[in-house]
């Protein structure tokens, strides 16, 4: 493990990504004329089709997707008489997309599509009395889905799909540790894994070594802090983690055989970096994606600490992350401004 930062990239002096000329913008609209959308539900390529799926302010799930040339709107709805309170993500079962979300006395519904219709199934409580409350990312790795889930005294949970789901109770870092937040899940040498930020800004990394749950810190260079997730992706084959310190300077920690390095990808000169929409790849590069205060969309091509800027929505910066998705020949950023219209940058 490095104890030492690497040198951050001169933003000013380096090359600069992906422009503005190679993206374009396109408002989604609304799910109705009374609907908004107000959290992300995930992203899929769901019966072969890129779709962006949200929850709306009556628990209700929608699905946004590219039908043809057009993006169409579908109502999901909800399971009979129970309104949805927070999404947990999108995960592929044995080729099929799960939608999974928590209602609001904490049980964890899937809602997944059963050849070209979609089915609602209760996948329970976890065991135990306490509620679970904040998702903490979703992967598939060999056969195995699965769902990470933060209950309210920050212990984590997964619930796991081989021939069937199953809960299991992961814990909490040796000592008890509040306030996680999750940057996301991956698959990684030692099988899936989820990364979380505690309240005093350390990352840590939980998975399952042969069933028993296995806590490890990534230990920050001396001083680092992560003020803000990003997110995580496997870049050339090599698990990453994404996060933002408090003086917005993007960190890079990526595994390297046993050890975990770090590096200081810096921020566009002149830029305070606001808000993460995620990671993607694209174009043979993997792009971590941040908005400026002000609304403006850059990329980090990652390999290299370049940065690019990809400008905003017709209608201003955006408000509320709705996913990333590639999609073969095409890859997707989302998002909602301030009216509640969703837009893709692609």
Not at 64 to 92: D, E, I, Y
Not at 253 to 264: K, L, V
Not at 305 to 329: C, D, E, I, K, R
Request: with cysteine; aromatic share 10%.
């Amino acid at each position: 493990m490095n104890d030492q930062p690497s040198s951050p990239t001169n933003a000013s002096a380096a090359p600069v990504g992906d422009s503005l000329s190679n993206f374009r913008w396109t408002n989604l609209g609304l799910p109705g004329p009374d609907t908004q959308l107000v959290a992300s539900a995930g992203t899929s390529m769901g019966g072969g089709s890129p779709n962006v799926f949200g929850l709306d302010a009556k628990g209700n799930l929608w699905s946004c997707w590219l039908n043809g040339n057009a993006w169409q709107w579908t109502s999901l709805g909800q399971p009979t008489g129970v309104p949805l309170a927070r999404p947990m993500g999108t995960v592929s079962v044995s080729g099929t997309t799960n939608v999974l979300l928590l209602d609001h006395k904490g049980n964890l519904w899937t809602c997944w599509l059963n050849g070209t219709s979609w089915q609602w199934d209760n996948l329970g409580p976890s065991p135990t009395t306490t509620r679970l409350v904040e998702a903490a990312g979703t992967v598939e790795n060999k056969g195995v889905s699965t769902v990470y889930i933060l209950d309210e005294k920050s212990i984590l949970w997964q619930c796991a799909y081989t021939t069937s789901w199953q809960w299991t109770s992961l814990g909490q870092p040796a000592g008890g540790s509040v306030g996680l937040r999750s940057v996301g899940a991956l698959a990684t040498s030692t099988g899936s894994s989820t990364f979380l930020l505690d309240n005093v800004g350390t990352l840590w990394a939980c998975g399952l070594n042969q069933g028993v749950p296995t806590w490890s810190t990534l230990n920050q260079p001396s001083g680092l802090q992560g003020a803000q997730s990003v997110g995580v992706i496997a870049s050339s084959g090599l698990p990453t983690v994404f996060t933002l310190d408090p003086k917005g300077n993007l960190w890079q920690c990526q595994q390297n055989a046993t050890t975990w390095q770090w590096t200081n990808l810096a921020q566009p000169a002149g830029v305070a970096l606001f808000m993460s929409l995620g990671t993607i790849y694209a174009r043979d590069n993997t792009y971590v994606l941040l908005q400026d205060d002000k609304g403006i969309l850059w990329n980090c091509v990652n390999r290299w600490g370049q940065w690019g800027n990809m400008g905003q929505s017709g209608n201003g910066g955006l408000v509320v992350p709705m996913g990333t998705l590639y999609a073969g020949s095409d890859s997707y950023v989302f998002g909602l401004d301030d009216f509640g219209n969703l837009w893709s940058c692609n």
